[in-house]
């Protein structure tokens, strides 16, 4: 039976041909992983358990106030700040609850979690792509994969929706709303607790 590939709210693609949930491996280290988007919180919630003493990172554009400044300062253009927030795996799932449906699906915003302790990461990336490394062993992140049905493929056989991109099948990455609130809110509320900004990055 054909998968229906679901698309997040803050993405619009017309074409996204033969892409389907799957995964394959790099490396040794490291795996990349298309996932529909009803099913990247689960993956994330399972896999942020097998990082050892974890922290949470996001990454979201500046806003127009911001980026307003870093012209008058002569820094032109588009940029994005790196935030980190040092979590116990409590957090990191309290976090995934409360503010998950909205960064998955926030066309803007990219998230993940790394381990303070080993070379471990989660990355949620552009175009619901999802980066698992382990430096040592991906063995554990497979393990989640497969009891996700979620299939393996050779890299000559793995599509996913940014190498479909073209003049002719362009996207649209945007900014999510949900429930009142954006990627600017979650910031706001988890500074309260500690959420640091770590970087100003221009964008190529």
Not at 150 to 177: C, G, Y
Request: aromatic fraction near 8%.
């Amino acid at each position: 039976m054909q998968e229906n590939f679901k698309i997040i709210e803050g993405l619009n693609v017309a074409n996204i041909k033969g892409v389907k949930t799957a995964y394959s491996k790099i490396n040794s280290s490291e795996i990349n992983c298309v996932i529909s988007a009803e099913k990247i919180k689960s993956i994330v919630k399972k896999a942020v358990k097998l990082i050892k003493k974890p922290y949470f990172f996001l990454e979201a554009p500046c806003t127009d106030a911001q980026e307003a400044e870093l012209s008058k300062q002569g820094d032109r253009g588009s940029h994005m700040q790196l935030y980190n927030l040092e979590v116990t795996h409590d957090v990191a799932d309290a976090i995934l609850k409360r503010y998950g449906d909205l960064l998955i699906n926030d066309g803007l915003t990219n998230f993940g979690f790394c381990s303070l302790e080993t070379e471990t990461e989660i990355y949620v990336m552009p175009f619901q792509r999802i980066m698992l490394y382990n430096k040592n062993d991906t063995g554990a992140f497979e393990k989640i994969l497969k009891d996700s049905s979620i299939s393996q493929l050779k890299p000559e056989e793995f599509i996913t929706i940014d190498s479909l991109l073209s003049r002719e099948n362009p996207a649209d990455r945007v900014l999510v709303e949900l429930n009142g609130e954006t990627v600017f809110d979650v910031i706001e509320n988890l500074k309260e607790v500690g959420l640091t900004l770590c970087e100003t990055i221009k964008e190529s």
